[in-house]
Structure formats: structure tokens, C-alpha cells
């Protein structure tokens, strides 16, 4: 029996066989052809993440929808071609703006956007083989093993810790301390309030107070779903383009991880801690109630499995909370008792499996 080509040693004045030196080459070639297709399509993903995050500049309508949408591209390239180009992309861009507009820029577009668009691309990507990869038993390679994706649940704890790092680091730009937020804050909202150089009027102080305090818990609020919007529909175009290498997942089943009830317990409990810790557990515990929110969603999507008019009741659901903001405290707490009762479980105690989504 002879040894394959790749056991031979060149010695001098002899010719080695060209076939497996042939099939390097063109495996190398292939590898750095993908290697600068993925830096090219980062680097364009990172130029139009950098043009709708500076679009808010113009002041036009139609850039706070770009500016929303930034991490948009990133997340894309992220998915589609590997978070490595993402990052890449995301570096050049964070540059790019800094060098044209100055520091503030490029940080604000590096915390905001760069950041969540690759790690958020790094964790959809992530998965580990359930079993050892099995032989077919006639010499041919290994059959890739079965491979567990990350969960859809702690995705989502992600989105809630980055929508709540990119909110207090805004905040941060106001001052270093609460009062200096606080007054900043004030200043901003009267600013809207009240015309052009005219003191404001006594009555609209309570109302001024009042957006104030809600500020930091609306601005976690906003980046929480604004994040999970963003993922969700960079996957979707990932899917769509045949790019998106994991299966599309139940969302009905995703569940927050047991420890997040603990870290909620404690951000509420540094809202009165006074000073920044009190505005940093308040952002938190905003961006965690969101969570649980959507988590919610996904026990009423189960839970109306059943009936005739589901159609009906979650589109009339969707509704009323887009319009009225405030019911998405209701699913908050639905989430909340999901988590604590266990009701999807429940649900699905001696119930047939669940159709595919």
C-alpha cells in the first residue's frame, strides 16, 4: 500500500506529484477571496451604518428612522458574512465619524452602534455540537454534528444590557453626577416646551418634572425594542438571502435565563440608592421590564394556540399597545409570571407538540 501524497518529503533533484499542492492553492486562493469579500461587504455595511447614524445631523424627519436603523447594516454583515467583517467595518466607521465630527461621535457610534451590531451578529452565530460528529462508516468524512444555537432568551438579556450600557452612556455626556443630568435634562425639556425666549409658565413646571424623571426609563425603553427590531429583521434578510446559517427559531418558546428575576430585584432596588446608582438601576430595571415584555408576547402567542380568533386577539393586542404605549406594562407582568408560575409550561403539559411557527 502507498502512502498518500501528503506523506512524501521532497528531496533534491525529485518531482513531487502537483495534485495536492494544486488543491492548497486553490483552497488558499478561495479562502482570501472570502476573507476580502467579507472585510469589503464590513467596510460597506460600516459606511452606511455611519451615514444613517450622522443623517440625524440634518435635522430632516426621515433621519430619526435612519438613525434608529444604523446598526442595521452591521447586524446584516455580521449574520450574513461573519462578525469579523462587522467589526472591521465598525472600527472604520467609529473612525470615520470621529475624524469628521470629533470624539463624541465616534464614541457615541461605537457604543450604539458598532458594538450591539457585532456582538449581537458574534452571539446569533453562536452554537456547539450537541453529540461527536459520527462517521458514515464507508471512509467519507464525518457527518457535521447536530449543533445547539445560543438561546433566543439570553439574546435578548444581551439586547437588555446593551440597550441599558448605550442609555447611560448618553446620559453620561450630559455630566458625571445627577444633579449636573438632572439639570441638563430640565434645561432640554423646557427648551421644548415653552417657546423661544419666553420664561416658562408656572403651570407646565410639574410636567417638566415629570418628563425629567421618566427620561432615563423611556430612553431604555425606546433602545430596548429599537435593538431587538433591528436583529430581528437583520436576520430576516439574512434568512431571505439564504445567508443565515442557524434555523429560523420558535419565538414562542423564548425564555429569559432564572438569574434575570435577580438581576430586576437588585437594578430596582438601586433606584433608590440615590445619585447615578439610583439613574443607572432605573435604566435597568426599563430595559428588563422590556425583556419581560417581549417574553410576554411570546406566552400569549402560545396561549391563544387554541382559539378560533387568535388572529384577532394578538393583531388587536399589537394594536393597542402601539397606540396606547402603556399596555405593554400588562405584558410585562405576563412575562414576569411566566417566568415565576411557569404558565407556557403548563400550557403545554400533555398537549400534543406545537405547530411550526
Not at 434575570?260 to 432596588?269: H, I, P, Q, W
Not at 425583556?291 to 399589537?318: C, D, E, I, N
Not at 404558565?343 to 398537549?351: D, S, T, V
Amino acid at each position: 500500500m502507498q502512502p498518500p501524497v501528503a506523506n512524501f518529503i521532497r528531496f533534491p533533484g525529485h518531482r513531487l506529484p502537483m495534485v495536492e499542492a494544486e488543491t492548497a492553492s486553490n483552497r488558499s486562493k478561495g479562502a482570501g477571496q472570502l476573507m476580502i469579500a467579507m472585510v469589503l461587504i464590513g467596510l460597506a455595511a460600516g459606511c452606511a451604518s455611519a451615514l444613517m447614524f450622522a443623517s440625524i445631523i440634518s435635522g430632516a424627519l426621515i433621519s430619526v428612522l435612519l438613525f434608529y436603523l444604523a446598526p442595521l447594516p452591521l447586524m446584516v454583515a455580521a449574520i450574513g458574512w461573519g462578525p469579523l467583517g462587522a467589526a472591521i467595518g465598525g472600527i472604520a466607521a467609529s473612525l470615520g465619524l470621529g475624524a469628521i465630527f470629533g470624539l463624541n461621535y465616534c464614541i457615541a457610534f461605537a457604543l450604539a452602534v458598532a458594538l450591539p451590531g457585532w456582538w449581537l451578529g458574534h452571539l446569533v452565530l453562536l452554537g456547539r455540537p450537541v453529540a461527536a460528529a459520527a462517521t458514515s462508516g464507508n471512509g467519507a468524512a464525518p457527518i457535521e454534528p447536530e449543533l445547539e444555537w445560543y438561546p433566543v432568551g439570553r439574546i435578548l438579556l444581551w439586547i437588555a444590557g446593551l440597550a441599558a450600557l448605550t442609555t447611560f452612556a448618553a446620559l453620561l455626556t450630559l455630566g458625571t453626577d445627577a444633579a449636573t443630568i438632572t439639570d441638563m435634562l430640565r434645561r432640554g425639556v423646557t427648551r421644548i416646551l415653552t417657546p423661544e425666549n419666553k420664561p416658562a409658565p408656572a403651570e407646565i413646571a410639574q410636567w417638566v418634572d415629570a418628563m425629567v424623571a421618566l427620561a432615563p426609563l423611556a430612553a431604555a425603553a425606546v433602545a430596548m425594542p429599537t435593538l431587538t427590531l433591528n436583529l430581528w429583521l437583520a436576520a430576516k434578510i439574512a434568512a431571505t438571502s439564504g445567508r443565515l446559517r442557524r434555523p429560523w427559531p420558535d419565538l414562542r418558546t423564548a425564555t429569559l435565563p432564572p438569574t434575570t428575576l435577580v438581576l430586576l430585584c437588585l437594578a430596582a432596588a438601586l433606584c433608590f440608592a440615590g445619585g447615578l446608582l439610583s439613574i443607572l438601576g432605573e435604566i435597568v430595571t426599563s430595559a428588563l421590564m422590556m425583556a419581560y415584555a417581549f417574553t410576554g408576547f411570546a406566552v400569549l402567542h402560545t396561549l391563544t394556540l387554541a382559539l378560533k380568533s387568535r388572529a384577532l386577539w394578538l393583531g388587536s393586542t399589537y394594536l393597542v399597545v402601539v397606540v396606547f404605549v402603556w399596555p405593554v406594562l400588562a405584558m410585562a407582568v405576563l412575562g414576569l409570571a411566566d417566568a415565576a408560575f411557569g404558565l407556557r409550561q403548563r400550557y403545554w403539559r400533555g398537549r400534543p407538540p406545537l405547530p411550526a411557527p
